[in-house]
């Protein structure tokens, strides 16, 4: 009787442990840079014009979004939203970050990674930051410990590009350190040129092996010429051909170490951020020049991580999600052919606007979400976005958020998961850089675009973004989506009601500080 007993006990134990595991799948979001809703064949890029299996085989085998969202058209603010669940704009400096940026997000903020680990999650970073390093007023201090950092908001480790790779410095910072810097040849960043001999872009133009075509053309490292100064640190340097072997190798790395408990990868690629350089065995991949190969490469870094997955025996209880940062860009400031190579491709996919807009093309992004077993193949029409990770996830695991934090993430589990009946958001605000106060408001088929500028740019991702800077467009404007996906035809004379109403709603949120 007693073995009986045992058995039944053992039995009801390991179901109870089966049962947490299933509770608490390991999380891993890849975060592409600058990839726009077209630029992947499942999102309707031609076979010719470049191919992407790896994803492709994640929409096909998990759940596509067709309005899957990041809530701002540039890089930092949507960092900031998805690691802090509140909409850029509410924080200050959230703009692109330069390159001796503080850290934006505060150390007393509740974070993503802090609610993670409040549910027994390892959390890791590894790839782009652009959220800043350092304390507020003082920056980064490259040749001591960069701290705070990503240690600081809740990450139990970080592999970083600190910046972007269009501003210096080119390297490492592995934790609170610059990997392998030599105390005796020490990194100096600042944005005035530290010598009248210091070799930048204009000065020695003519030893680039990839042209600059507006900015970009400070301190020369691998012969391409940054935004920003910086000397000494060269041991420490890396190659832009060997970013993405890196990211996949810190990854797979981390995710050996940690398989144990359940685990939190924020995966943040540079591709395909300028300057595209990819590693040499992808030059030559696509039809589209550099921006093409280094969507093969970021292709090949997503085959990369499902493969390591399955080969630990972790597929089936990782939830991956895919997104971007913002919208395309074609020529973002070098000569690397993305204008000239573009083609018939539609980067943008049916929308206009890419990034720096608050057009549909500057947030609608791809977005999938792949767990085996878990989310069935299909694809999905509601409205998710990045920023709402936190409260997905909370609400997923048993954390409850505090009242005080994670301001604009709402509980869209269920639709990310894919169960019947679920809704996404029932509005969401998309921002550009902030400086202008442009902001896209969606509910359900309605887009409302307010301009306080009065300008846009690069609503034409296949242009020249010079000659788009600056463009005239009214205050407001409003648009039905599920009739004109490019947003042409401004309706709000038409839809008087449907036009204050939405401008109201969008003021209110504003004003409250809150949307959750």
């Given at each position: 009787?007693?073995?009986?007993?045992?058995?039944?006990f053992?039995?009801?134990t390991?179901?109870l442990a089966?049962t947490?595991?299933?509770?608490?799948?390991?999380?891993?979001v890849?975060?592409?840079?600058?990839?726009?809703?077209?630029?992947?064949g499942?999102?309707?890029a031609?076979?010719?014009?470049?191919?992407?299996?790896?994803?492709?085989?994640?929409?096909?085998?998990g759940?596509?979004?067709?309005?899957?969202y990041?809530?701002?058209?540039?890089?930092?603010?949507?960092?900031?939203s998805?690691?802090?669940g509140?909409?850029?704009?509410?924080g200050?400096n959230?703009?692109?970050?330069?390159?001796s940026s503080p850290?934006?997000?505060?150390?007393?903020a509740?974070?993503?990674?802090?609610m993670l680990?409040?549910?027994?999650y390892?959390?890791a970073?590894v790839?782009?930051?652009h959220?800043g390093?350092?304390s507020?007023?003082?920056?980064?201090?490259w040749?001591e410990?960069?701290?705070?950092?990503?240690?600081?908001i809740?990450?139990d480790?970080?592999?970083?590009l600190p910046t972007t790779?269009d501003r210096?410095?080119?390297?490492?910072?592995?934790?609170h350190?610059?990997?392998?810097l030599?105390p005796?040849?020490?990194?100096?960043?600042?944005?005035k040129?530290?010598?009248?001999?210091h070799?930048?872009g204009?000065?020695?133009r003519?030893?680039?092996k990839?042209?600059?075509?507006?900015?970009?053309?400070?301190?020369?490292h691998?012969g391409?010429?940054?935004i920003?100064f910086?000397?000494?640190?060269?041991?420490?340097?890396?190659?832009d051909e060997?970013l993405?072997?890196?990211?996949?190798e810190k990854?797979?790395?981390?995710?050996?170490?940690n398989?144990?408990?359940?685990?939190?990868l924020?995966?943040?690629?540079?591709?395909?951020?300028v300057?595209?350089?990819p590693?040499?065995?992808?030059?030559?991949?696509s039809?589209?020049?550099y921006?093409g190969d280094?969507i093969?490469?970021l292709?090949?870094?997503?085959?990369e991580?499902?493969?390591?997955?399955?080969?630990?025996?972790?597929?089936?209880?990782?939830?991956?999600?895919?997104?971007?940062?913002?919208?395309p860009?074609?020529d973002?400031g070098y000569?690397?052919e993305a204008?000239e190579?573009m083609?018939?491709?539609?980067?943008?996919?049916p929308?206009?606007?890419g990034?720096?807009?608050?057009f549909e093309?500057g947030?609608?992004?791809?977005?999938?979400?792949?767990?085996p077993?878990?989310?069935?193949?299909?694809?999905?029409?509601?409205v998710?976005?990045?920023i709402?990770?936190a409260?997905?996830?909370a609400?997923?695991?048993g954390?409850?958020?505090?009242?005080d934090?994670?301001?604009?993430?709402l509980?869209v589990?269920?639709?990310?998961?894919?169960?019947?009946?679920?809704?996404?958001r029932p509005h969401l605000?998309q921002?550009?850089?902030?400086r202008?106060?442009?902001?896209?408001?969606?509910a359900g088929?309605?887009k409302?675009q307010?301009?306080d500028?009065?300008k846009t740019?690069n609503f034409?991702?296949?242009k020249l973004l010079s000659s788009q800077?600056?463009q005239?467009?009214?205050?407001?404007?409003?648009?039905d989506l599920?009739?004109?996906?490019?947003?042409?035809?401004?309706l709000?004379?038409?839809?008087p009601?449907?036009?204050e109403?939405?401008?109201?709603e969008?003021?209110?949120?504003?004003d409250d500080?809150?949307?959750?």
């Amino acid at each position: 009787m007693k073995k009986i007993t045992s058995s039944i006990f053992v039995s009801i134990t390991v179901l109870l442990a089966l049962t947490a595991v299933a509770k608490k799948p390991n999380v891993i979001v890849i975060m592409a840079d600058d990839l726009g809703y077209g630029d992947l064949g499942c999102y309707g890029a031609k076979p010719k014009n470049l191919k992407t299996p790896h994803i492709d085989k994640l929409a096909k085998e998990g759940l596509k979004f067709t309005s899957g969202y990041c809530s701002a058209s540039t890089c930092t603010p949507t960092r900031y939203s998805f690691l802090t669940g509140t909409y850029a704009f509410r924080g200050k400096n959230t703009g692109i970050a330069p390159p001796s940026s503080p850290l934006i997000i505060p150390e007393d903020a509740y974070t993503l990674p802090d609610m993670l680990k409040q549910a027994g999650y390892k959390t890791a970073v590894v790839g782009k930051w652009h959220l800043g390093l350092g304390s507020p007023g003082v920056g980064p201090q490259w040749n001591e410990q960069l701290k705070p950092g990503p240690r600081e908001i809740g990450f139990d480790y970080n592999f970083l590009l600190p910046t972007t790779n269009d501003r210096v410095p080119q390297v490492y910072v592995e934790n609170h350190r610059v990997l392998n810097l030599d105390p005796k040849d020490p990194l100096w960043v600042g944005m005035k040129k530290p010598s009248d001999d210091h070799p930048t872009g204009v000065t020695h133009r003519d030893t680039l092996k990839m042209d600059w075509t507006h900015g970009h053309n400070h301190t020369i490292h691998n012969g391409i010429s940054r935004i920003g100064f910086y000397t000494g640190g060269h041991a420490a340097r890396f190659r832009d051909e060997d970013l993405a072997d890196k990211w996949v190798e810190k990854s797979k790395e981390w995710i050996g170490k940690n398989k144990k408990d359940p685990f939190f990868l924020f995966f943040a690629s540079h591709d395909l951020h300028v300057p595209r350089i990819p590693h040499e065995r992808f030059r030559g991949t696509s039809a589209m020049s550099y921006r093409g190969d280094v969507i093969v490469q970021l292709d090949w870094c997503v085959g990369e991580i499902v493969k390591y997955l399955k080969k630990e025996g972790l597929e089936k209880n990782t939830m991956i999600v895919f997104c971007s940062d913002n919208g395309p860009v074609g020529d973002d400031g070098y000569a690397d052919e993305a204008l000239e190579k573009m083609g018939d491709h539609k980067a943008a996919g049916p929308y206009s606007g890419g990034k720096y807009s608050i057009f549909e093309g500057g947030t609608r992004t791809p977005f999938i979400a792949y767990w085996p077993g878990t989310i069935k193949p299909g694809v999905s029409d509601e409205v998710v976005c990045t920023i709402d990770f936190a409260g997905s996830l909370a609400n997923h695991l048993g954390v409850k958020l505090p009242e005080d934090a994670c301001l604009d993430s709402l509980d869209v589990m269920d639709a990310m998961l894919g169960k019947k009946g679920a809704k996404g958001r029932p509005h969401l605000i998309q921002q550009d850089n902030g400086r202008g106060n442009n902001y896209g408001y969606r509910a359900g088929k309605w887009k409302l675009q307010r301009h306080d500028s009065k300008k846009t740019q690069n609503f034409q991702v296949n242009k020249l973004l010079s000659s788009q800077r600056g463009q005239p467009v009214p205050q407001y404007a409003l648009f039905d989506l599920s009739k004109d996906p490019a947003e042409k035809n401004n309706l709000a004379e038409k839809n008087p009601k449907v036009f204050e109403r939405m401008k109201s709603e969008l003021q209110k949120f504003l004003d409250d500080g809150r949307s959750r």
